[in-house]
């Protein structure tokens, strides 16, 4: 089964899958932030407990400020009263870290650059074993709140894949990185049931 929509119709729209990472091993956020300094520049956010809705608004503003540009990421630790607002400093210096195989179709996208480099150069995690550590959801709410739960470690809250990103990398036959798309609305299932 499938469904069919125009790319340019105006009532579709991607949402982002927020990355929320649990049970890391010996996780060093100076050690990490050391790692990343090269590729990104590293703003704190800080806030009390009387301010942090302020500063969770503040946060996503800025993050969706660069949603044409790319390259900019939000990073909640457990633990901490400072966000991180992760902007690229140098794609082609950070171009040079990552896997070579990967299509250059695929190389800009945000969901690479923070599986790739964010994730395995800052955090050190393996790309093919840690996938088991990692949770998705389009809710920038529920990546906060896990965080401030203390059911993950980490949170980082990103832009969606555009849709002109997602056709270039088809027009030439690249399949996306995992959860590079969460497309709403869903269309309702249930309803009617066919038998194939």
Do not use: W
């Amino acid at each position: 089964m499938m469904y069919l929509t125009a790319m340019t119709h105006p009532g579709l729209t991607i949402l982002p899958a927020h990355r929320m990472v649990r049970s890391l091993d010996g996780l060093d956020l100076d050690k990490t932030f050391e790692r990343l300094e090269p590729y990104f520049e590293i703003e704190p956010l800080c806030f009390t407990a009387a301010d942090r809705e302020q500063a969770e608004k503040t946060l996503t503003e800025r993050i969706r400020s660069y949603s044409q540009v790319g390259g900019k990421f939000g990073m909640v630790t457990a633990g901490e009263t400072c966000f991180h607002l992760l902007r690229l400093r140098d794609f082609e210096k950070l171009d040079a870290q990552m896997d070579p195989s990967i299509p250059s179709s695929l190389r800009g996208l945000d969901v690479t650059i923070l599986r790739e480099v964010i994730m395995g150069i800052g955090l050190g995690m393996d790309k093919d074993n840690g996938a088991e550590l990692i949770e998705y959801t389009p809710a920038v709410s529920e990546a906060f709140e896990k965080v401030f739960a203390g059911q993950v470690q980490i949170s980082f809250i990103l832009n969606p894949t555009r849709v002109d990103q997602m056709r270039a990398a088809a027009e030439v036959g690249h399949k996306l990185p995992h959860k590079s798309t969460y497309f709403f609305p869903k269309l309702s299932s249930g309803l009617v049931l066919r038998v194939f």
